[in-house]
């Protein structure tokens, strides 16, 4: 697997289920700036494949957490939420993807949501899809 020597772009996501019947709301944003770029309730135009990547992986892996965490009979806090920033980048001449997550689960023993953050790699299909092709830096916050 290669390392990106140089980050072209970045897609930014911010997740986390809301309410019941485990509604997910997305934010996107733009390199650079705090502002959602792009909030699924009201899309604008041509997000990019960065973008769009980090929403679809992160609606997924917030799912698996919470099935991970459902199997594990671990409640999870209200606050609970994934930040994942998927780069495109240069080495040399050919051109790759990395990815890094920030998952938030206040009040939740460190050793307990690591687990559980791993485990939902495991799990998701999109973690599934990338594992061994992509460098994925995982971050958890309790």
């Known amino acids: 697997m290669s390392k990106i ?10 997740t986390r289920v809301s309410g019941p ?12 700036d705090a502002n959602p770029a792009h909030v699924f309730s009201a899309i604008q135009a041509h997000p990019t494949a960065e ?10 892996y917030i ?13 999870l806090p209200a606050d609970l939420s994934v ?13 790759f993807i990395q990815a890094r997550f920030d998952v938030r689960v206040p ?3 460190q050793e307990v949501a690591e ?5 939902a790699h495991e799990i998701c299909p999109y973690s599934k899809a ?6 994925v830096a995982l971050n958890v916050v309790t």
């Not at 019947?21 to 650079?32: E, K, N």
């Not at 973008?51 to 679809?56: D, I, P, S, T, V």
């Not at 920033?85 to 051109?95: E, M, N, S, W």
């Open 5 to 14: 020597e140089k980050v072209l772009l970045s897609g930014k996501t911010h």
């Open 21 to 32: 019947g485990d509604r997910v709301d997305i934010r996107l944003s733009s390199p650079g």
């Open 51 to 60: 973008q769009l990547f980090a929403g679809a992986w992160s609606a997924c």
């Open 63 to 75: 799912s698996a957490i919470g099935l991970v965490a459902k199997q594990k009979k671990v409640a």
């Open 83 to 95: 930040d994942i920033q998927v780069d495109l980048g240069q080495t040399g001449k050919a051109y």
């Open 107 to 109: 009040g939740m023993a």
């Open 115 to 119: 687990a559980l953050a791993h485990e």
């Open 130 to 135: 990338v594992h061994g092709n992509i460098d």
